[in-house]
């Protein structure tokens, strides 16, 4: 199992550009999450998908969207970059019936805007 | 809301001292308390995760945390670190029906000096 994979590993974009963050993990999970990294805040959520077919904003989720494409896969998507999402991004998945549930994580993308 | 607050951003300790990394909560209803573990340059794994049941909770890697309800609190203890223990540990909450959403803090850098 590959678990949670996340591309590209890097990206530079200038401000104003567009690009989509790709992530699928292996692991039959229903819940998939993606989260931003920025110094001294941790990780704070961006948008969510409870199961296939659903999806909800999480704490920051302006400037974003995303698209769960089938059970694997939740690509985030930046229409129009602004230096304020210079960021690791991270996407992470859950069995959504697992108490508590464990979240498992890729192994981010750092995305830098011009 | 929950919140969640890491006393120190950073803590530098010798090899084979003991460390405790602080963690406090704020909940009016119940939660569910995790450790993560950050490699330079990798995504998260847990260390470990308080559901219910003993307060006293033991993870990988040597680690243990405790639960104290009435001082909302959830340490991390390891009674002698390895320079292989650096790394950046954060503190996260789940409200135990709220779909697994995860709320960190913001993350203690544990540096193991020689």
């Known amino acids: 199992n590959a678990g949670v994979t996340q591309t590209p590993k890097f990206q530079v974009l200038k401000t104003g550009q567009s690009m989509t963050l790709q992530c699928a993990q292996d692991m039959n999970h229903n819940s998939m999450y993606w989260y931003r990294q920025d110094p001294g805040m941790g990780l704070r959520l961006i948008y969510y998908s409870a199961s296939e077919g659903t999806t909800d904003k999480g704490e920051v989720p302006n400037g974003y969207n995303v698209s769960r494409l089938n059970k694997r896969e939740f690509s985030l998507r930046l229409e129009s970059a602004a230096p304020s999402q210079t960021s690791v991004y991270f996407c992470?998945?859950?069995?959504?019936?697992?108490?508590?549930?464990?979240?498992?994580f890729g192994p981010g993308t750092r995305l830098t805007v011009l | 809301a929950q919140s969640v607050t890491q006393l120190d951003s950073q803590v530098p300790v010798f090899e084979e001292a003991p460390v405790e990394l602080r963690c406090n909560y704020s909940?009016?209803?119940?939660?569910?308390l995790f450790w993560y573990v950050q490699y330079p340059n990798q995504g998260l794994q847990l260390l470990l995760k308080y559901l219910s049941g003993s307060t006293l909770v033991k993870g990988i890697n040597g680690f243990e945390a405790e639960f104290n309800k009435s001082q909302t609190s959830f340490h991390l203890r390891k009674p002698s670190v390895h320079i292989s223990d650096t790394a950046e540990y954060f503190c996260?909450?789940?409200?135990?029906?709220?779909?697994?959403?995860?709320?960190f803090g913001g993350g203690t850098r544990l540096m193991v000096k020689p």
């Open positions: 909940s009016s209803v119940s939660v569910y």
């Open positions: 992470a998945s859950t069995l959504s019936t697992d108490r508590g549930g464990t979240q498992y």
């Open positions: 996260a909450v789940t409200l135990n029906n709220a779909g697994n959403m995860l709320t």
